[in-house]
């Protein structure tokens, strides 16, 4: 259900970008004829029985596959340890470049694949491991082969992390007003503004563009921020690319508080963010 809502609270596509994922669209065949314009972020939850081109695309004249299916949209993996290792192990690229390249004795096809990637998974694989409400029953064994079907490449390309507990009944029962998901994206349409305003010299329009070069000139933090985050990448045994994608995090964070600099509660929640994985894959 989170994940399905995601797309309802992303930026309003523009009509360039509406552009770039009808184009993809069309090449497998997949337009509406009564509305061949999509304006709409797509959402692609594939099983997780797919094969790897199915996943990042194939074929004798190669097709885009779910990674350019969802490109400016959601990818949704659900219970990823049940996917194939070898299976997952092929996003690494996506993730990095934003594309992929597809080669056949026939040439090479490459397609866009600026996606987010949401996943989710149980602990193990009878899913109280960690739990105060049931015992898990499954062995050290079991738990530790389950996990390893995440490697640590893949999980160090995920920026947010979060350990979601069970609802208790009483939770359930109470009625409150929660925003809507209309109230949700102005904050989010706004601090994309923000972004855009920032970058309008540099070509690209969010944070998650930015190169090294240009982080230190719009993620610059200070005294007791590098403090905070020299103290959780020596804890934490963090590497370089969570260091950058932390800062990236803290950046967004500190843009929908509409703050011009990044302040220490922003980086402070960023980093929380980066410690599930050394909790169950220490």
């Known amino acids: 259900m989170m994940a399905k809502a995601i797309p309802s609270i992303l930026p309003e596509l523009t009509f360039e970008e509406a552009l770039e994922i009808t184009k993809i669209y069309s090449i497998v ?17 594939p099983h997780h029985t797919i094969s790897v081109h199915s996943l990042v695309g194939g ?13 400016l949209g959601v990818l949704f993996l659900d219970e990823l340890p049940e996917f194939k290792k070898g299976t997952l192990e092929v996003l690494r690229n996506p993730l990095e470049d ?31 491991y960690g739990s105060n409400n049931k015992k898990c029953t499954c062995s050290m064994h079991q738990i530790e082969r389950y996990m390893a079907k995440i490697s640590g490449p893949i999980l160090d390309r995920i920026d947010i992390q979060v350990e979601v507990f069970p609802i208790e009944y009483e939770k359930m029962e109470q009625h409150h007003v929660a925003e809507t998901s209309e109230i949700i994206r102005k904050r989010v349409n706004q601090a994309r503004k923000i972004q855009k305003e920032r970058y309008k010299k540099q070509k690209i329009y969010s944070n998650s563009q930015l190169s090294p070069k ?17 103290g959780a990448f020596e804890t934490l045994g963090l590497s370089a690319r969570a260091y950058t994608r932390i800062l990236k995090v803290a950046r967004t964070i500190a ?7 990044i302040q220490i509660q922003h980086i402070a929640e960023a980093i929380q963010y980066r410690n599930l994985d050394k909790k169950y894959w220490k």
């Open 29 to 45: 065949g997949n337009l509406n004829r009564n509305s061949p314009l999509i304006k709409s972020r797509p959402f692609r939850s």
């Open 59 to 71: 074929g004798i004249t190669p097709k885009p596959g779910e990674v350019s299916l969802a490109h």
């Open 255 to 261: 843009d929908l508080d509409q703050c011009e600099q």
């Open 98 to 128: 934003g594309e992929i390249t597809i080669s056949r004795a026939n040439g090479s096809f490459t397609y866009p694949c600026e996606f987010m990637f949401v996943a989710s998974m149980n602990p193990c694989p009878c899913g109280y």
């Open 214 to 230: 240009l982080m230190e000139e719009y993620c610059s933090l200070d005294k007791e921020s590098k403090k905070i985050l020299k």
